[in-house]
């Protein structure tokens, strides 16, 4: 099972923009869509963003036109590119492959995540 390391969290001011990465352990996830969720405190985990083998995009309507989700299968990494961030923004972000648009949840191993805050 391909497992995954999230990194690039950090305490941001509202307004600022942040990248995150997830490095999956082997090269087998270019065969699958992989998505990234978030989890704040006293929440359900949500999908925030998906990416297809092909590239299609979808994204939770909050963050559309902030976030940007990308995939390079030749160094097996998935970044999520935030801007204009929001306090309720702040969470536990991790990433994850998922069976298809439909899958809202989650199918492979989970990493530990990486925080981001933010707060003036």
């Known amino acids: 099972q391909?497992?995954?390391?999230?990194?690039g969290g950090a305490l941001v001011k509202p307004g600022e923009s942040l990248k995150l990465s997830c490095q999956a352990s082997t090269s087998a996830f270019?065969?699958?869509?992989?998505?990234?969720?978030?989890?704040?405190?006293?929440?359900?985990?949500?999908?925030?963003a998906l990416?297809?083998?092909?590239?299609?995009?979808?994204?939770?309507?909050?963050?559309?036109?902030?976030?940007?989700?990308?995939?390079?299968?030749?160094?097996n990494m998935v970044y999520l590119q935030m801007s204009t961030l929001k306090p309720e923004d702040a969470a536990v972000y991790y990433c994850n492959v998922v069976r298809d648009y439909s899958d809202m949840t989650g199918s492979g191993s989970w990493g530990q995540g990486t925080q981001v805050t933010v707060s003036s």
């Open 51 to 75: 990416i297809t083998k092909g590239g299609w995009t979808d994204y939770l309507y909050d963050v559309t036109g902030r976030f940007i989700i990308s995939r390079d299968d030749a160094k």
């Open 2 to 7: 391909v497992q995954f390391v999230e990194s």
């Open 30 to 48: 270019r065969f699958y869509a992989m998505a990234w969720f978030r989890q704040a405190p006293g929440n359900q985990r949500e999908r925030v």
